[in-house]
Structures are given as structure tokens and as C-alpha cells.
């Protein structure tokens, strides 16, 4: 099943394609330890209810996907094995199918056990902060669900972060000789190995990294030049910048006070072309989506 066709319903004969319109993808961490400190799963409330009660909230406030995660991405979060990712991950699925049986649901993983239990439990999209590059399976999983994908552009090293007591974490950035480049060509090298793999050219949306790997002047750059990189690889672009370091270094706030920050980077980033925009605060970012949206096509 490609993008497009898990948002066309059948109503009134008008199919749906991306680039109508920018998508907004709400961020379920089933994680203890969120950077931005959304994290779901704690012992003093039932998760299940928790989960669909957060679930309800972010369709009924204008998420077009929910995005579920079991192990933390933030610089510094310990690496998380495979089952206990596994208990985190799939109840999680399994109930927000069962309660909102139209919802669209992807899987924040880089592991093909977990993608492959979370498409047997009803999720839709494999979303790889690594782009297939952590687990030689992952394509496998891919292909035998025929699943659309997002591979992220991703040069960071799990243990290679700054902490800051009050900003949080980031991940050193490497070296580039060609910042923007070197970043379209390594994604190029991703599509094609996905459709090497055998993964339809009409199921990959790309995600440039905003976040890993980068310095706070690079992910600035890549989201104002999101329009660059959608030209040179052709491919949709889902942009994950919600209450990311960058927006703190450079207001100097910490992770529950970037929403104004957050909000700029996604307005830019409709501006320039993102599809889909990965957030926290869906009800507030859906508004800015649909008016940025609105100005850019009126007229």
C-alpha cells in the first residue's frame, strides 16, 4: 500500500495525494524516558489508558498519524533491547487499533522484530531513525508487509552526545566537507537500497535528520532548504524538528518551553515543501500547519 492510499477513504471520488496537503504526525512515546518528558509509560497510571486517551486527543485535534514509539531517541537514552521494546510497543498498537480502527499508525523503530510484530498488530508505516542501516532485516520486513517507509538521514552515535542539565542533550555533529551535499547524496544511497531491497519507490518518504548529527546551524539549514533536497531526490519529506536542541540552544529554553520555536521551524518547513510534519503539541502545530498551508495556496 503506498502513502497516498491510507488516506483516501473512497468519499466523494477525490483521491488524496501528498503534497495536497502538509500532514501532521503525532509523537506517542510508550518510553519512561522522553527527552521532552512525554514519555507515557510510568507505574502510577495504567498505560493503556494513558495511551488512548492520548490517542483521542491527538485525532480529534487534527493528527493525521500517530507515531509509536518504545525506545527513546534523545542524546544520552540508554539503548533499549528487543523485547522489552517489544512489551512496550505492541499492547500500545493493539489498543489504539482496537479503539480508533481508521487511525493511521506508524512505528518509531529501527529494529525488524519490532516493525514486524508492530504491523501484525495494525500499524502501518515503518518509521527507521536509521534508514534500514541498524538491522539488515528491516527491508525484509518491509517488502513481505509491503509497508511504506520513512528512512531518516542519520550520522549520530548513540553515545555521542552533549548533556546539558537544563537544554538536554545533543548529538555531536561530525564532519562535513559539503554539509547539504554530502546529506542528498547519503539519502540517495538510502532509496536506492531500499528499492534494491525491493521496497516500491511509491512507499519511501525520506526524513533529512533534523537532530542527529547535525550542529544547530545545519538543522536550521536543512529546514530551510527542505525545498532543495525535495528537488534533488523527488521523494516526499517528513520533517521531525518538534522541541528539538537546536530550538533550545538558540532561544536558550528547555524542552517544555519550544513550542514557539517548534512553531517556526514548522511553518518554515511547510513553506519549503515538508509533507508531513512529526510533533508533540498536535493541536497547537495542526493550526499552524493548516494556516501556513492556507497563505502559501492562496490566491
Given at each position: 500500500m503506498a502513502f497516498h492510499d491510507l488516506f483516501n477513504s473512497g468519499d466523494n471520488n477525490q483521491e488524496f495525494q501528498l503534497g495536497d496537503r502538509c500532514l501532521v504526525m503525532g509523537i506517542m512515546n510508550v518510553t519512561p524516558d522522553s527527552f521532552s518528558g512525554d514519555g507515557l509509560r510510568?507505574?502510577?497510571?495504567?498505560?493503556?489508558?494513558?495511551?488512548?486517551?492520548?490517542?483521542?486527543?491527538f485525532l480529534s485535534n487534527g493528527a493525521d498519524i500517530l507515531d509509536i514509539?518504545?525506545?527513546?531517541?534523545?542524546?544520552?537514552?540508554?539503548?533499549?533491547?528487543?523485547?522489552?521494546?517489544?512489551?512496550?510497543?505492541?499492547?500500545?498498537?493493539?489498543?489504539?487499533?482496537?479503539?480508533?480502527?481508521?487511525?493511521?499508525?506508524?512505528?518509531?523503530?529501527?529494529?525488524?522484530?519490532?516493525?514486524e510484530a508492530a504491523l501484525n498488530a495494525g500499524a502501518h508505516i515503518i518509521n527507521d531513525v536509521w534508514g534500514f542501516k541498524a538491522d539488515p532485516d528491516m527491508s525484509k520486513v518491509a517488502v513481505?508487509?509491503?509497508?511504506?517507509?520513512?528512512?531518516?538521514?542519520?550520522?549520530?552515535?548513540?553515545?555521542?552526545?552533549?548533556?546539558?542539565?537544563?537544554?538536554?542533550?545533543?548529538?555531536?555533529?561530525?564532519?562535513?566537507?559539503?554539509?547539504?551535499?554530502?546529506v542528498i547524496q547519503e539519502m540517495r544511497l538510502l532509496i536506492e537500497g531500499a528499492i534494491t531491497a525491493g521496497v516500491k519507490p511509491e512507499n519511501i518518504m525520506i526524513d533529512p535528520g533534523v537532530g542527529f548529527g547535525k550542529t544547530a546551524a545545519q538543522n536550521m539549514e536543512l529546514i530551510n532548504r527542505l525545498d532543495v533536497i525535495k528537488e534533488a531526490l523527488g521523494y516526499p519529506i517528513l520533517l521531525g524538528s518538534s522541541r528539538k536542541s537546536?530550538?533550545?540552544?538558540?532561544?536558550?529554553?528547555?524542552?517544555?518551553?519550544?513550542?514557539?520555536?517548534?512553531?517556526?521551524?514548522?511553518?518554515?518547513?511547510?513553506?519549503?515543501?515538508a509533507d508531513v510534519v512529526r510533533v508533540?503539541?498536535?493541536?497547537?502545530?495542526?493550526?499552524?500547519?493548516?494556516?501556513?498551508?492556507?497563505?502559501?495556496?492562496a490566491g
Open positions: 510510568s507505574k502510577d497510571v495504567d498505560l493503556d489508558t494513558k495511551v488512548l486517551k492520548q490517542a483521542e486527543f514509539g518504545g525506545e527513546s531517541t534523545r542524546p544520552g537514552a540508554e539503548i533499549v533491547g528487543e523485547h522489552e521494546e517489544l512489551k512496550r510497543v505492541e499492547p500500545a498498537i493493539k489498543a489504539i487499533v482496537n479503539a480508533f480502527p481508521n487511525a493511521v499508525l506508524s512505528v518509531d523503530t529501527y529494529k525488524a522484530a519490532v516493525a513481505k508487509h509491503q509497508a511504506p517507509v520513512i528512512l531518516m538521514h542519520n550520522r549520530s552515535k548513540p553515545g555521542h552526545a552533549e548533556i546539558d542539565a537544563r537544554l538536554g542533550g545533543a548529538y555531536i555533529a561530525p564532519k562535513y566537507n559539503d554539509f547539504l551535499n554530502e537546536f530550538i533550545g540552544l538558540t532561544l536558550d529554553v528547555p524542552a517544555d518551553e519550544r513550542v514557539e520555536g517548534t512553531a517556526a521551524t514548522v511553518s518554515l518547513g511547510v513553506a519549503r515543501g508533540h503539541d498536535v493541536k497547537v502545530m495542526d493550526r499552524i500547519v493548516r494556516m501556513t498551508d492556507a497563505m502559501l495556496r
